[in-house]
């Protein structure tokens, strides 16, 4: 059976596409067999795994609209070793077209149920913002995976999801959970950043991955050229961290 994770944060450009796909790699390079479902309209997680979003023949718009099932609307992310259920532009305007139907919230965690044998993980891309898109993301999930920077505001914002997390387990799904808080863009030679960091062990405990992602420009090139990190350069750094990461989460999902 699948586990299934949303990674959400709703800032922009914190790290979750990145996170997304490099953790989908890095669970593809442990054996795992994963799906990555992307919910943002932009489409960067289909683009960074190597999926050109425009020649996209079915993705998850048509799945949330009962069009196509996931099986037929997932493609393989041929260098990654991992599937793809990809989006594109289309996908803004699922937004308004499914607030006219049964369900709505419901659509992607009951279109997911039939592929839940096919895959050890699914991970899913979040878009920045507490839309429809993103409850039908935190519906369908077991856990959220909350990348961050260890920056003056991130505690606020980290509350902030929190409490939207509490809210939809209190009237939509009540197995949600936050798995962790994953510190991303990390520069150790920051006083700030080991300091926000030690407030988050303070407030979060365990909530807190031990792996962290360091600031690296290898994982931030990769994507222009249709990869992630670790697939496009598994030796950097930031690579390795996120294999690390996809160990810890192995090792996490027992306890789940
Ligand atoms: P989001 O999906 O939350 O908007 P992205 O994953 O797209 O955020 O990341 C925002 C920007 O930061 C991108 O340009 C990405 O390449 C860069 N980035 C993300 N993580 C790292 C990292 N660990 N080191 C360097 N650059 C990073
Ligand atoms: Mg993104």
Sequence with gaps: MAKIFCI???KGGVGKTTTCVNL????????QRVLLVDLDPQGNATMGSGVDKRALVLSVYDVLLGEATVA??????????????????ELAGAEIELVGLDQREQRLKQ???????DYDFVLIDCPPSLSLLTLNGLCAANGVIVPMQCEYFALEGVSDLVNTIKQVRANLNRELKVIGLL??????RTMLQKQVSDQLFEHFGDEVFQTV?????RLAEAPSYGLPGVVFDPSAKGSKAFV???REMV??????
């Design 72 to 89: 037929e609307a997932a493609v393989q992310a041929e260098a990654c070793g991992y599937h793809v259920l990809g989006a594109n532009r």
């Design 244 to 246: 690390e990461f996809a």
């Design 251 to 256: 090792e996490r999902i027992q306890a789940i």
């Design 8 to 10: 959400a944060n709703q």
């Design 183 to 188: 510190r991303v863009m990390f520069d150790a």
């Design 111 to 117: 279109a997911l149920a039939a592929v839940a044998a």
């Design 24 to 31: 989908a790699a890095g669970l593809a390079r442990i054996g």
């Design 213 to 217: 992602i360091p600031r690296n420009v």
